[in-house]
C-alpha cells in the first residue's frame, strides 16, 4: 500500500521517461546516461553512450566530457536497456544520431559507477551523503535482481 507522504514525496519527484519500456517513474529509480565526448578530438564518432556519473568515478577515462545536455534515463532491467539500444531509445532521448549502444557493456558500466559512487560517497562520510547512498544501492539492488532474472 502506498502511503499519503509516499504520494506527496513522488509528486514532487521529478518523473523521468525509460527510453526502453516507455514507463514514467520517479528519476532516481532510474539509470541515467548521457552522451561523452572521448578524447580531445570533436568528431561525433569518438562519442560514447556512457552513464551520467562517469566523469566523477572514471578519472582514468582522459578528455570525458558530456557532448549533449540531454539525459537518457532507462529502468535498473537488463530488458529495459537492451530494448532501448536495439531500438534507437538513446538516439530518441539525445534527439541526434548516437554511436551504436552495447547494452552488456553499458549495464556492467553503470554497475561500476553505482558501486564507486557508492564507495565515494561512503568514504566522504557524513550524514548529508547517506539519503544519496540509499537511493543508490537501491538502484544497486535493483539492477542485481534484474540480472537474476534473464535467463
Ligand atoms: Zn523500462
Same mark, same amino acid.
Given at each position: 500500500?502506498?502511503?499519503?507522504?509516499?504520494?506527496?514525496?513522488?509528486? !514532487?519527484?521529478?518523473?523521468?521517461?525509460?527510453?526502453?519500456?516507455?514507463?514514467?517513474?520517479?528519476?532516481?529509480?532510474?539509470? +541515467?546516461?548521457?552522451?561523452? !565526448?572521448?578524447?580531445?578530438?570533436?568528431?561525433?564518432?569518438?562519442?560514447?553512450?556512457?552513464?551520467?556519473?562517469?566523469?566523477?568515478?572514471?578519472?582514468?577515462? !582522459?578528455?570525458?566530457?558530456?557532448?549533449?545536455?540531454?539525459?537518457?534515463?532507462?529502468?535498473?532491467?537488463?530488458?529495459?536497456?537492451?530494448?532501448?539500444?536495439?531500438?534507437? =531509445?538513446?538516439? +530518441?532521448?539525445?534527439? +541526434?544520431?548516437?554511436?551504436?549502444?552495447?547494452?552488456?557493456?553499458?549495464?556492467?558500466? !553503470?554497475?561500476?559507477?553505482?558501486? =564507486?559512487?557508492?564507495?565515494?560517497?561512503?568514504?566522504?562520510?557524513?550524514?548529508?551523503?547517506?539519503?544519496?547512498?540509499?537511493?543508490?544501492?537501491?538502484?544497486?539492488?535493483?539492477? +542485481?535482481?534484474?540480472?537474476?532474472?534473464?535467463?
Amino acid at each position: 500500500m502506498t502511503t499519503a507522504t509516499e504520494v506527496a514525496s513522488n509528486m !514532487h519527484a521529478p518523473m523521468r521517461t525509460c527510453v526502453g519500456c516507455r514507463a514514467v517513474r520517479p528519476q532516481a529509480e532510474l539509470l +541515467r546516461s548521457k552522451l561523452f !565526448h572521448v578524447g580531445t578530438d570533436e568528431s561525433a564518432d569518438k562519442e560514447q553512450v556512457l552513464p551520467d556519473q562517469s566523469v566523477r568515478t572514471c578519472a582514468k577515462r !582522459h578528455g570525458l566530457r558530456a557532448s549533449s545536455g540531454r539525459s537518457a534515463y532507462v529502468c535498473p532491467a537488463r530488458a529495459c536497456m537492451e530494448r532501448a539500444a536495439r531500438r534507437g =531509445g538513446f538516439a +530518441r532521448a539525445f534527439a +541526434r544520431k548516437t554511436p551504436p549502444v552495447d547494452p552488456a557493456a553499458l549495464w556492467s558500466a !553503470h554497475g561500476e559507477v553505482l558501486a =564507486g559512487m557508492i564507495d565515494l560517497l561512503n568514504r566522504s562520510g557524513g550524514t548529508a551523503a547517506a539519503p544519496r547512498v540509499q537511493r543508490l544501492a537501491a538502484l544497486a539492488t535493483a539492477m +542485481r535482481a534484474a540480472v537474476g532474472r534473464v535467463s
